[in-house]
């Protein structure tokens, strides 16, 4: 090797290392204050990609370690970082992945920010059914419960005006979206016209007052109104209110502060949709979630009932809208509110649950390889998320 060719590679060496050596001292975006007070929608987009393989502990509960360190693939997932920040899988927010236990990979894009309570979409089901196994655990309901009509646990019902065996509909369906309620549109504009009838538990008294008829066909999985019978079970069940239920056993439980969760017109929380929680956050339910329910060494939600929620109860059939249509994702299926399918790579399967909401929020358990992966986007109406994991990801952290 010549003098001019041991220059450049000295000068390439300075720049490789220097790069990691940013990366390792890169402050996470923030979102100011006035940002902060902004509709999504209107969030600055970021100018360059925040990419970081080695994240900071932010004294918010979560354990951090070194991609290619503590596990992975570090040139695999960086590789793969900066296909998402040019837009190749969609337009991306945040991209996280936590293994073992421990965040080895943060990364935020367009209006992702890592102080930014980003919109949940219908991931909101799955904390949802979460706050129902919270319940469980604190003994208000127990896991026979599940099996039980919903009217056993609301009792401000009248049945005489409800269609016929409505009154049969078990918390179990309405965990699982195979009630077999459906609301024409019709009868869902005369519910509407009289917006104080369905204030509290006047919201059940309509649903099974107006839905069409309950036939095996209408039971087969479809997303319906199970989220919100979930939360009037909640609101019936717990001391106070499900509003301070959720705030204070749950959130506060695992440290998460900043999130908005609004008021749904019943007058309870939201239940299917509208949440805002940040990236980070959505992974400390990932990690309870793999961790069967433990989180910092307390039992949150009983372990039988994670167990049951992230397995496959139902075939969610041609409703998995979100799952990419690849080859390698297959046998789609429902748990209590959490998604799941099975993630081919080479001759082997993993089976995932995942949370998931519309335009790409994802939190994606993968138990065999003990991983968490997060991701926040807009604007990804069929997300390749699950695809990306099983070609991507997985690859990385299989040894």
């Not at 979930?230 to 204070?248: C, H, L, R």
Request: charged share 20%; aromatic share 10%.
């Amino acid at each position: 090797m010549n003098n001019k060719s041991r220059f450049f590679l000295l000068i390439l060496l300075v720049f490789i290392n220097k790069g990691f050596t940013q990366q390792s001292k890169l402050k996470a975006p923030l979102a100011s204050i006035e940002e902060m007070k902004l509709s999504f929608r209107d969030i600055p987009i970021l100018k360059n990609a925040f990419i970081n393989s080695m994240p900071a502990d932010q004294n918010d509960g979560i354990l951090v370690g070194e991609l290619g360190i503590d596990g992975g693939n570090k040139e695999m997932i960086l590789n793969l970082a900066q296909r998402i920040a040019g837009n190749q899988y969609g337009i991306y927010d945040s991209f996280l992945i936590a293994h073992k236990g421990k965040l080895l990979f943060e990364s935020y894009y367009t209006r992702g920010r890592i102080n930014l309570a980003h919109p949940q979409a219908s991931a909101t089901k799955t904390y949802t059914g979460l706050l129902l196994g919270r319940a469980i655990q604190l003994g208000y309901l127990t896991m026979a419960d599940l099996d039980k009509p919903l009217v056993s646990f609301l009792k401000d019902l009248d049945p005489s005006t409800f269609i016929e065996d409505i009154e049969k509909t078990t918390l179990h369906q309405a965990l699982t979206m195979t009630t077999g309620i459906r609301v024409s549109d019709e009868n869902r504009k005369k519910i509407q016209k009289n917006p104080e009838r369905i204030k509290g538990q006047g919201e059940v008294q309509a649903l099974f007052e107006y839905s069409d008829p309950i036939t095996p066909e209408s039971k087969l999985f479809r997303y319906s109104a199970g989220p919100a019978l979930v939360m009037q079970v909640i609101e019936a069940v717990v001391p106070g209110t499900a509003k301070d239920f959720i705030k204070n056993e749950f959130l506060d439980k695992m440290g998460i502060t900043n999130y908005d969760w609004p008021t749904a017109p019943s007058g309870l929380p939201q239940s299917g949709w509208k949440i805002s929680i940040t990236s980070r956050d959505m992974l400390k339910i990932g990690l309870l979630s793999l961790n069967k329910g433990k989180w910092k060494g307390e039992q949150l939600i009983p372990e039988a009932y994670i167990a049951r929620a992230t397995s496959k109860v139902v075939s969610s059939g041609d409703n998995a809208i979100y799952f990419g249509g690849a080859i390698n994702v297959s046998n789609e299926g429902y748990g209590y509110l959490c998604w799941n399918a099975d993630l081919k790579v080479g001759s082997k399967s993993y089976f995932t649950a995942n949370a998931q909401g519309g335009g790409g929020q994802f939190i994606i358990l993968i138990e065999d390889l003990d991983l968490v992966i997060v991701t926040t986007a807009h604007n990804n109406r069929y997300p390749s998320t699950l695809r990306m994991t099983a070609e991507q990801i997985l690859p990385a952290f299989i040894e």
